[in-house]
């Protein structure tokens, strides 16, 4: 019974143009969303999150976006660049963990 | 400043063994969480651990993992008598607060992956 779902195992966006990955989830207690960055060998390293109670954050590039009546929330990345290759994870927490998707492979096309 | 050291990077055992999975958290960091992650997966909870307590095991199999963090010294994760299904890379990550909230997320190490043969 997967929570957290991420429903395109890849994706693949021009150098330059926007980037969304989107992301899924059942639970309506968790209270904070997260996404991460993994590249291949290394740890998932933390990218952006959101609470609960916002509908949007925005850090460079890079913006979460909240849609609590849908519990759908996404990722935009815009430009893309070629080192924004790497899987993306989405997670929730809520009490003591976290829950993480099955990730997304975003392929940058030069 | 380190990060969440894990070692070793990569450790192989013949069935039957045991395994011993080392995780240092980030400085000033007192909340540490273990996730495996199977290949094409993405990575599942297994503990979390505060010093010298387990507060949440509810994603570690019942029989041959165990998980400490003691006062002094790293955590462990420990497999016993492992199968050829409990190869995976295994992840660690700390965290200043409960869960990794918001601003203060939890910081992952770059794993271990075990191979069984």
């Known amino acids: 019974d997967q929570q957290v779902k991420q429903n395109s195992p890849s994706l693949s966006v021009q150098e330059g143009r926007i980037s969304i990955l989107n992301c899924d989830y059942t639970?309506?207690?968790?209270?904070?969303f997260l996404w991460y960055k993994k590249y291949p060998a290394e740890g998932p390293t933390f990218l952006i999150s959101i609470s609960s109670i916002k509908d949007k954050n925005e850090d460079g590039r890079f913006t979460v976006f909240l849609n609590k009546s849908a519990k759908h929330l996404s990722l935009h990345i815009v430009p893309s660049q070629p080192g924004d290759s790497a899987v993306y994870f989405c997670a929730a927490s809520s009490d003591d963990k976290i829950i993480f998707g099955k990730g997304t492979r975003l392929h940058i096309l030069p | 400043n380190a990060g969440v050291m894990q070692n070793p990077r990569h450790l192989v055992r013949r069935r039957g063994q045991e395994a011993r999975l080392r995780c240092s958290p980030m400085?000033?960091?007192?909340?540490v969480y273990w996730y495996r992650q199977l290949p094409e997966e993405g990575l599942k909870f297994m503990v979390y651990?505060?010093?010298?307590?387990?507060?949440?095991e509810s994603g570690m199999p019942k029989e041959r993992f165990s998980a400490e963090f003691p006062k002094e010294g790293p955590s462990i994760l420990r497999i016993q008598q492992v199968v050829r299904g409990d190869s995976a890379a295994y992840f660690c990550a700390s965290s200043v607060n409960r869960a990794g909230r918001g601003n203060q997320p939890q910081h992952f190490g770059d794993g271990t992956r075990l191979s069984i043969l």
């Open positions: 639970n309506s207690m968790f209270d904070y």
């Open positions: 651990l505060q010093k010298e307590n387990i507060i949440d």
């Open positions: 400085k000033g960091h007192s909340h």
